[in-house]
Structure formats: C-alpha cells, structure tokens
C-alpha cells in the first residue's frame, strides 16, 4: 500500500517539475510562436495566398466544361394549322411553273366556243386573242397568269397533312463539352498573375511582422518577470533591513536610549515596506500570468526563469546599413509589393483599350437532332472558333479609370519613400537609447557601489551611536533607490537593444 501511495505521489508531482523547469528566453519564444492564433492565421493567410496564386497561374490554359439540360414542353411543333394542298403543274421550257401552255399547242374548240389544251395542268378555260391562248378566270373573263396567278385553278393538287409536319418536342436533350482557350488578353492574365504573386509576398511579409510582433510582446513580458523578480527580492531585502532596525529601536526603547517616536516612525517604514512587497508581489504575478498567456501556458502554471541574474552583459546589436535594414523590414516588403499591385493594376486597366481574342471550340449533341431530317436519337457534331472583342467607345470610362490606376501608383511609391524615411530616423533614434541606457546603467552600477558603502557605514554608525535611525533609514532608502534604478536601467538596455533589433530587422 505505501508503495502505491509513492508511485502515486511521484505521478501527481510529474506536472508540478516539469512546471518548475527553468526557462529562458528562446523557450518562451518558441511557445509563443507554437501557440500564438494572430501567427497562426497569418500563416493560412499565406498558404490561401499560394492557392490564388496557383489559381490565377492556372487561366494561362484552356478551360474546358461540360454541360447538359433536359427541357419538357407540353405542345408538340406544327409547322401547318390544317391540311395542306399543293397543285401540281409543269415546267415549261424556260424551267418556268406555269399551265403547260406553249406557243405549239392546239386549242380544242368547245361546244360553247371557248378552248381547251390537252397539255395543261389547269382547269381554267381558254379563249384565243391576237392568236395566243388566254385563260379564263372564274367570271369568264380573260387574265394574265404571270400578274394574277391566284385565278389559275389547278387540275392536280398534293396532299400536305398536318400530321406529316408535326415534330415531337415534348422531351429535348442538349449536351457537350466546349473549352476557351484564350490567345491574346492585351496581358491581363500575365499581370494578375504578377498581382497574385505580389499578394503571396505581402502575406509572407506579415507573417514575419506578426512573428516580430510576438516576439517583441514575449522579450518585453519576459523580463518584465525578471525585473519584478529582482524588485520582489529588493523588496524583501530592504523589509529585513527595516525590520532589524525596527527590533533593534523596540530594543532601545525599552531601555530607555529610544523614544516612542523613533520607534513609531520605524513602524510607519516597515509597513510602507510590507506595501510595497505586497505591490511587487501582485505585479510578479500579474505580469507572470501575462507571459503564460503569450506562451499559451495555463495562466495559473508557475514558471521560473533562469535569466534573474540582470549583471551579465548583454550582445548590443552591431551597426547595419540602412540598405540592409530596409531589406529586412516587412513593412518595406509588403509596400514593395503594394507598388508592384499598382504597377500590374495600371497595365491591366491600359489592356482594357485592346482587343481580346480567344479560340473556342466543342462538341455538342442533341435529341432530337435535325441533322439528317427531324430523328428521335443522339447525334451532333464538333464545332471550333475565334472569339475577338475590339473596345470602340466608352464615353471615357476607361481613361478615367486608368489616370485612377496612375494616380494609385504614385501613391504607394510615395508611401514607400515616407516609410522608409522613417525606419531611418526609428533606426538612429533606437541606435542613441541604446547607448545612453548602456550609460545610465554603469552610472547606476556606480551609484549601487556607493549606495551600498554609504549603507555599511550608516549602519556601523548606528551600532556604535553616533548616527541616528533617521540616518540610517535614509541610507537604506538610498540603497533601495538605487537598486531600484540600477534594475531599470539594465531592462531598459535589454528592451532598448530589442528594440533596435526590431528596427533594423534583425530581430531573429
């Protein structure tokens, strides 16, 4: 049973140790980027970003579709309202339709006078003027067929029935497949390529700023806790100091060598220390929740940090060109690559003057089909094309649009000259904080030496006599307030050293 409860209590403290491991500032580092979301989405910005520009890489090929609809309509198609007739004549010799009639027929006299001819195909009765046959209309009077062809009245007629020019649409079918394959797009396709390529840059280029962003929240975060961790140990410190002396003045006082207000104002320090622990201890912890938070750690998980010792001296960022640090900058990356947008947007809105060509080309089929007369069945063919569209007039929208276009451009050249101006000056600024933090450390060093000196010999005062408490807690305050600024200073050289990092693009 005590073996179980070991094994169990061994299991139970697992997460505590790991929990207690010390980390330093590349560990932090590396949560942080394995758990930030902001870095996560800007990641998938950049992989989206990859499949427009695929995309956009892909309308250099044809684009080839099928398709296919069925339409049911509810009455078939009638070429007739009703059944037709159609007479039936002759060619004459000119291959013209006419009566039969030539210039060689022999008229058969009738019994009421008129004429008939064998050879025509009409009913119409005849009669001869000037020697020529004329036919009779309905009222018995003479009429010229070639001005009035609907007096002829026709012998033989065919049949047309209604049913015979009557086709079966109430199903159709239509399918096929057809491709576009464009030719000449004034370079449309050839500058959205370069706009989908640019937009692929600028998401990269915010991954970094995001990464640098996150770092710069961790490095600020981590010694944040350092600094909080050396001021709680200050704190502390200077409590133990105020409490010895304030045991040492109820010790005086009861011997009568003190009076009550020297040990009351003793108690008044020792509780402003108790405050001020009580202060540096909450900060230590809010600020520790805060690192937790930028690591993705639970906010309550205790972490311990290994660089508390703030003496070491620290690798200042060596001097780059401005050249290279505008290279390494993202934000010069991704106006880089703005410009380049408004370049390839303002030749896309000069390609709208040209003309656009385009091959096409298929094969389609139907049911029914008229190929081959009107067929219930399958049956179609291939078809192949040049599309062109030539732009004649607008009414000037497009030249406004392309001076737009123009004035888009310059903008974001401008933009980059501002932005780089600024780096610059961000660059100088930082170089000169660097190299005064650097200074207001070791003068701060050098007040902590004196401060510490001046506290041993207060204090060996105050043990032989000859000082007052008064004095001596003027030299504790002093070497608290120089601990203090000495603390500040050295976090001021880490971030400020961060921050020209940041500057000159090297932060990682």
Known sequence: MKKILLITWCVCCIPYLHAQKPMDLPECRQLA??????????EENVRAAQSLSKAAFAQFFPNISAYGSYLYNQKNLSLLGADAHLPVGVLDGNGNFGTGITSTSIPTPNADGTFTFEESAINNKFTLIDGKPVPLDAQGKPFDPGKNPENLQWRNYALLPKDAMEFDIHNIFVGGISFVQPLFMGGKIVQLNNIAKSNQKIAEARVQEKTDELLVNVDEAYWRVVSLENKVQLAKEYRKLVAELDKNMQALQEEGLATKADALKIKVKLNEADVSLTKAENGLSLSRMALN???????????????????????????????????????????????????ANNKIMASRFMPTIALTGGYNTTNPNIFNGYNKKFDGMFTFGVNAVIPLFHFGEKVHTLNASRSQAVIAK?????????????????????????????????????????????QEGFDAGVITSTDLLMAQTAWLSAESEYLDAAIDVKLNNLYLKK??????
């Open 503 to 508: 500057s000159t693009g090297n932060l990682r």
């Open 293 to 343: 938070q930028l690591c993705g750690l639970p906010l309550d998980k205790p972490i311990e940090l290994k660089d508390t010792d703030l003496k070491e001296p620290i690798e200042v960022q060596l001097p780059v060109s401005i050249e290279q640090a505008w290279a390494n900058r993202p934000e010069i990356k991704m106006l880089t690559q703005a410009g380049s947008i408004a370049e």
């Open 414 to 458: 401008l933009e980059l000259e501002d932005a780089k101006e600024k780096i610059e000056l961000q660059i100088h600024q930082n170089s000169y904080r660097i190299n005064e933090s650097l200074k207001k450390q070791e003068t701060t060093r050098q007040n902590v030496e004196k401060a510490k000196e001046n506290l041993f010999y207060a």
């Open 33 to 42: 980027l394995e758990n930030n979301k902001s870095l996560k989405i800007a």
